[in-house]
């Protein structure tokens, strides 16, 4: 939040000084004011107007309490007083506000200024009692106007307006993979019109929680690089989740933080609402005797390291009938309560050419000459491709989407390799 906004400009015969400030004796107070500056000017003022050497850079800095944002402008010119105008508008924040946004607010400020002088002399010119004429009213409507609406558009003169907004800032999204599964926390299809990017359009309709980055680009028939940059926009801005692949083959686990979901009775409707069939089931049974909360939560606690998600379904398959198993697991990874448990592979020992090449030998003997031939070129690009990902730092699911095979056929391929060997965690 804005506490204040004042313009400063170096005096020729005071030195820095405070012109116009908002609200009034919040950063110079007059000498008959009781009320306590948010800052000394004087021990800052070379900050706000400083040396030339200093000017056209956005400066901040921080007292106890608050962050001063300012960018100074210099103007060279015989017309003026010792051939020079320095001057500056300051923006003072909070100490716990983010100032990032802030910053583009100022450079643009400054900017805005340093035209309107170099055209009119509107700064220089200014014979305003202190906190009066236009300088000031732009200072007022300014500070109001961020505070209250985060934009503002103030009339400068018949040909100058000042157009401003404040966009929030938000962490760097996190790191996108092609097994990543993007999950939409709003309707997209309600942001969207006719000139978004045509990326963005051909995306949307494949993300639905079940497809991947690289099975979106596949189906939306567009370039990997478009749709990951296209799905890094709409993270930044919180538009979606990352999922992992969804499997029966996968294992979940719960965290510390099923606690929370055991005492939180909201989370537990809301739980019953999104995970259950709408029908109630498949069978008689489930619909006369609906899911409850209890189910849930001896749900949750029944998964545990080491059981697949098949395993974990067919035992509590009377249960697990009223409910959408690919729903029940998301809203435990969404709400952090359950954890994926990833399967690496590691090479025991190193698969070597020669190690290769003795196994396609052996291999060769009994085969026709032309059958042979046909088994190096099928099987040896195999055995090259899979050996990158047995250092134990690729999952499972970054090795089907690169390799494009299943689970079951991956682990075929590593019982073939033999002497690897397969970890969760």
């Not at 400020?109 to 035209?115: P, V």
């Not at 969804?246 to 510390?256: E, G, H, V, W």
Request: hydrophobic share 40%; aromatic share 10%.
């Amino acid at each position: 939040m804005i506490k204040a906004v004042f313009f400063s400009a170096f005096h020729t015969t005071e030195g820095p000084k405070v012109l116009h400030q908002v609200p009034a004796d919040s950063i110079s107070p007059s000498s008959t004011s009781t009320q306590i500056p948010l800052l000394h000017f004087p021990s800052v003022s070379s900050y706000i107007v400083p040396r030339p050497e200093f000017c056209s850079r956005l400066i901040t800095f921080c007292t106890p309490a608050h962050r001063v944002l300012s960018h100074p402008v210099c103007l060279l010119s015989s017309s003026y007083p010792r051939n020079a105008y320095t001057f500056s508008i300051a923006l003072v924040l909070d100490i716990s506000t983010p100032f990032a946004s802030y910053a583009t607010v100022t450079l643009k400020l400054a900017s805005l200024l340093r035209t309107l002088e170099e055209q009119s002399r509107f700064l220089s010119r200014d014979t305003s009692p202190p906190n009066t004429g236009k300088i000031y009213a732009l200072c007022e409507i300014l500070l109001e106007d961020l505070n209250n609406y985060c934009e503002s558009m103030i009339p400068i003169d018949d040909s100058n307006t000042l157009n401003i907004k404040l966009f929030p800032t938000y962490p760097p999204p996190p790191p996108l993979y092609p097994y990543h599964v993007p999950l939409s926390t709003v309707h997209l299809d309600s942001l969207t019109d006719a000139n978004w990017d045509l990326t963005m359009l051909k995306v949307l309709p494949y993300i639905d929680g079940i497809n991947s980055v690289k099975q979106i680009s596949l189906l939306a028939d567009a370039d990997y690089k478009l749709v990951r940059k296209a799905i890094e926009h709409l993270l930044y801005y919180g538009c979606l989740l990352l999922l992992d692949i969804f499997s029966f083959s996968a294992i979940y686990a719960p965290t510390a933080e099923l606690a929370s979901f055991i005492q939180d009775t909201e989370m537990q409707e809301e739980c019953v609402s999104y995970v259950a069939l709408p029908s109630g089931g498949n069978s008689e049974t489930s619909r006369q005797d609906p899911i409850t909360a209890f189910h849930l939560v001896e749900l949750y606690l029944s998964l545990k390291q080491g059981q697949p998600v098949k395993s974990f379904y067919i035992e509590h398959s009377e249960t697990m009938d009223k409910i959408d198993v690919r729903r029940f697991i998301t809203f435990g990874v969404i709400k952090g309560f359950l954890y994926r448990v990833h399967k690496y592979a590691i090479a025991t020992s190193r698969i070597s050419q020669r190690k290769r090449d003795h196994k396609l030998k052996i291999r060769r003997k009994d085969l026709p000459p032309m059958a042979a031939e046909a088994r190096d070129h099928e099987t040896d690009p195999d055995l090259a491709e899979i050996e990158k990902f047995l250092d134990g730092t690729h999952c499972f699911d970054e090795i089907c989407t690169e390799l494009m095979i299943s689970e079951q056929e991956l682990v075929g391929r590593l019982k073939a390799l033999g002497d690897v060997q397969t970890i969760c965690r």
